[in-house]
């Protein structure tokens, strides 16, 4: 009775019945605590549950695409070996024997070590050259077939490829090994540019269903594989899909059934989820069960992978972990509630030390607003550096991105003054591009821009007093008082320029600062550099790399623009130039000396016209050039200079070993022969024709006359028609 009168006692106090209070309280938080504690514990193994399942997927995706991207691999690899090209250009019919034995042997061992159903080797006549057969080897001449472009369906496709691609087939029954097989084909390029045919292999759809079956998720879960048809490849119950649908059960040539002839509607709904989308999650209940499946499109085909897994296996973990917690969350909400008690009693001495606290918080809270007032400078700050960030991606010249670095540097540090260098395309000058204050800037070479201290450490270079008696004064940019910051601009490895700032009084430069500073700096250095390399890459993109003449493409845009901004009166003058004979050329002196002449002859070409006129190497031995403002006959005198100049011209090919070529030219003036571009090229290569027509060595105007010819060749033209008359 003694204890419970106490506890009475000491529940009446109002310390005891606040304790009480709080005791309830805190039981009914630990409850709630526990519930959601629970909750995100499960949800988050759901989540890692439903994570590995979406990793399978992604993993035997992967395994697929690398079966089919080693298979393409293997194919122009193999397509690699001489003894195909030269056995199909030996004979246009069936291979010579001693091809025929060199190329069976080579599939053989092809077939042997890829593992493949089929290797053959077809013309582009659709004839059937070698074939070997797994399991039955190399095919005899009798049984190999006459025209595989409509039987096999890799044929056709491939033929038109460039060398070393191939092309990947829907399945197909092989009709030689007797089941579904996908197709893998290569083209066999002769090194005259000839497609001669193709080297094709078949890799049996079984090959993927073994593959599916060595990469289990686990327990009762199985791997699917679709097509974006919809129909079935791979299932563990093909057999009975394939029965159900009434279609054959061969699991060699029965069809493959679609995914939607059986099943649930929850089932036939994932399926068109699954269709519809690269990559994804469904749930679908089947047989009274529900099912988690993980799809994921397979690379470079029209596959799609999916792994199934029945939701009680797949959660099998969460449903223990929720036991283990039924069974141990009861006792430590108890040993909380108990805790809690004990607590309770000791506040009351806790108290006492709430005035000391609180004044220790008015401190705490003084110093936060301190920080805040800072927060809120970098934050500024940090804008400033956002807009220039914005403003690099939009300038289009090193002048205004240089003017917005020195504005984005006075907004942070406000200089009295400063300057920008930038070196220039040639890299031999430095020039000032931006400027603050009075002080003007000089032009420097790279050598006075390079005394700099910043440039010769290659980082910032801060003077916090310039008139310090042990001050280092910047040669570049001499100042006497003040404070005196030198930056270099360096990007990719390369000095573009550097930035100086003064101030006239002396400042400290903290360390944020001198990190803006840097920032700043370095960003504008490095859109300098990229500029600088994008336009690089486009003079590349717009060049000829044999002749270092204008591409045809950029031909095209140029005369395109140029047509479409002329002025009404105004004429523009097209040549289009052919080297005569260039293919007996190249059969006589080798490809090396044809290189050699188209060279030359671009060297010609480029020197011979003007500034502002633009030379191309429109194809092979064709070159194309316009001629802003001039007429028909002036541009005539442009064209016959050429061919003078091609005729008299001497090709050095070697030790002792010389060639000359000659040149046909037609002549096109726009509007005359056409005021828009296509017109006027092929009014160009009309009169081009004609002058290849009249003896080449010549040049043919647009309207189909031939211009001035004093070449020898007009010469004798002349006369056998006079002696004709």
């Known amino acids: 009775m003694g204890k419970r009168a106490t506890i ?11 304790a009480v209070g709080m005791i309830a309280i805190i039981g009914v938080l630990a409850v709630v605590a526990g519930i959601a504690v629970v909750s995100q514990v499960t949800d988050q193994m759901r989540r890692e549950a439903d994570a ?11 395994l697929l695409q690398n079966t089919m991207a080693s298979a393409s691999s293997d194919i122009r690899l193999a397509r690699r070996n001489q003894i195909f090209e030269a056995a199909l250009a030996d004979t246009p019919g069936q291979l010579l024997a001693a091809d025929r034995q060199e190329v069976e042997a080579a599939i053989t061992y092809l077939g042997d070590r890829y593992q493949v159903d089929e290797i053959c080797v077809i013309r582009a006549s659709g004839l059937e050259t070698a074939r070997w057969v797994g399991g039955k080897g190399v095919a005899p001449v009798a049984d190999l ?21 191939f092309y990947e087939s829907p399945p197909y029954i092989s009709p030689d090994s007797g089941r579904w097989v996908v197709g893998i084909a290569t083209p066999i390029v002769l090194a005259t540019g000839v497609h001669a045919g193709v080297l094709h292999f078949e890799i049996p759809i079984e090959r993927f269903a073994t593959e599916l079956a060595g990469a289990p998720f686990g327990g009762t879960s199985f791997n699917v594989l679709l097509d974006r048809a919809g129909r079935l490849l791979v299932h563990p119950q093909l057999a009975a899909l394939r029965n159900a649908a009434g279609l054959s059960t061969d699991p060699k040539t029965g069809p493959f059934p679609l995914a939607t002839a059986s099943g649930s509607a929850s089932w036939r709904d994932a399926v068109g989820q699954i269709l519809s989308n690269q990559a994804g999650t469904v749930s679908f209940d089947e ?14 085909s029209d596959r799609i992978v999916a792994v199934v897994s029945p939701v009680s296996e797949l959660y099998a973990d969460v449903d223990r972990a929720l036991l283990n917690l039924a069974v141990t969350a009861g006792p430590l909400i108890l040993l909380m509630i108990l805790v809690t008690g004990w607590f309770a009693r000791r506040m009351s001495g806790a108290n006492r030390g709430l005035a000391g606290l609180n004044d220790r918080l008015a401190t705490t809270n003084t110093r936060l607003e301190e920080t805040s007032r800072n927060s809120a400078v970098v934050a500024k700050e940090s804008a400033i550096v956002n807009q220039f960030t914005e403003l690099t991606a939009l300038t289009e010249d090193d002048v205004s991105l240089s003017v917005a670095t020195l504005a984005t540097l006075d907004e942070l540090l406000k200089p009295d003054a400063a300057a920008l260098h930038v070196s220039n395309r040639s890299q031999d ?18 050598h006075e821009l390079g005394r700099c201290p910043a440039l010769r450490r290659s980082s910032l270079y801060v003077t916090d007093d310039v008139s310090a008696r042990l001050s280092f004064h910047c040669p570049v940019y001499p100042v006497e008082s003040g404070t005196l910051a030198c930056v270099p601009l360096v990007a990719l490895g390369e000095t573009v320029g550097a930035v100086h700032l003064h101030w006239a009084q002396p400042r400290e430069l903290s360390l944020p600062l001198r990190l803006v500073i840097t920032r700043v700096s370095e960003h504008a250095a490095l859109s300098i550099a990229n500029r600088r390399l994008l336009l690089a890459l486009r003079g590349q993109a717009n060049t000829d790399g044999r002749t270092g003449l204008t591409n045809s493409r950029a031909f095209d845009e140029a005369l395109e623009r140029l047509l479409a901004n002329r002025a009404d009166a105004e004429q523009v003058a097209v040549l289009m130039l052919d080297l005569d004979h260039f293919k007996e050329f190249n059969d006589r002196y080798g490809h090396p000396a044809g290189d050699e002449a188209l060279r030359a002859f671009a060297h010609l070409l480029a020197s011979s016209v003007r500034e502002n006129d633009v030379a191309a190497r429109y194809g092979g031995e064709e070159f194309a050039v316009f001629l802003p403002g001039l007429r028909a006959d002036a541009a005539a005198d442009v064209a016959e200079r050429i061919r003078e100049r091609t005729e008299s011209t001497i090709i050095p090919l070697g030790p002792g070993l010389t060639g000359h070529l000659t040149v046909s030219i037609g002549v096109a003036v726009a509007p005359a022969d056409g005021a828009q571009r296509v ?30 010819d004093d070449s020898p060749q007009a010469e004798m033209d002349q006369l056998e028609r006079s002696a004709g008359a």
């Open 287 to 300: 047989a009274g069960r529900t099912y988690h499946a993980s799809y994921r499109s397979v690379a470079d």
């Open 429 to 446: 000058r430095a020039v000032p591009q931006a400027t603050l204050g009075e002080r003007e800037a000089q032009v420097l070479s790279l």
């Open 52 to 62: 590995r399942l979406e990793g399978q997927a992604s993993d035997v995706a992967r």
């Open 145 to 165: 077939s006459l025209d595989e472009r409509q039987n096999n369906p890799a044929v056709l496709p491939t033929l038109p490829l460039v060398d070393d691609s």
């Open 8 to 18: 009475a006692k000491w529940l009446n106090t109002p310390f005891g019945a606040r």
């Open 679 to 708: 017109m006027l090229l092929r009014a160009a290569d009309d009169a081009l024709y004609r002058a290849k027509l009249a003896g080449r060595n010549r040049v043919v105007w647009g309207d189909g006359s031939l211009a001035r």
